[in-house]
């Protein structure tokens, strides 16, 4: 008899715990849960696996890799971003869907001639279109979605 009650009990539960599967990603607590620091760029990537199969890095050496973490962008509540680069700051606007994974950024304010990797790094986010992550690991790809750059919490 216990068994059975124990086995109502799971079966009861298990469309509670589907819709919890199916549910749309909160995109204030991926978004804005503090500063992220680019990791690096990827190329190969697959869009449609896991979050941590990011594919091949664009940068291997160490000099670069420590570089890359002086990127950073902060998301805030209201919509606006902050963000540093290697000879600067900018600030922009950004916009998350839940339910399309979409992502932009407009109005996007920057230095003056940018290059090297201020440039790259700036062109990249102005072509984003699509996000996927968690409060812990943040990826950004354009359209396509064969390339991501990757954030983490400094």
Same mark, same amino acid.
Request: net charge negative; glycine share 0%.
């Given at each position: 008899m216990k068994i059975l009650k124990r086995l109502i009990y799971l079966l009861a539960l298990l469309p509670m715990m589907m819709l919890n599967s199916c549910a749309e990603d909160d995109v204030n607590e991926i978004f804005v849960s503090g500063q992220w620091a680019l990791i690096n760029y990827y190329n190969n990537i697959d869009w449609g696996g896991k979050l941590n199969n990011q594919g091949? %890095? #664009?940068?291997?050496? %160490? #000099?670069?890799?420590?570089?890359?973490?002086?990127?950073?962008?902060?998301f805030d509540t209201d919509g606006t971003l902050t963000g540093t680069l290697s000879n600067g700051t900018f600030t922009g606007k950004w916009k998350a869907d839940a339910e399309g994974r979409t992502f932009s950024i407009s109005s996007m304010k920057t230095p003056d001639n940018l290059k090297g990797k201020d440039k790259e790094f700036i062109s990249f986010l102005n072509g984003v279109k699509y996000y996927r992550g968690d409060s812990k690991t943040l990826q950004l790809a354009p359209e396509g979605a064969t390339t991501c750059i990757q954030f983490a919490h400094p």
């Open positions: 091949t %890095p #664009q940068y291997t050496k %160490p #000099q670069d890799l420590e570089e890359l973490l002086a990127y950073t962008i902060t």
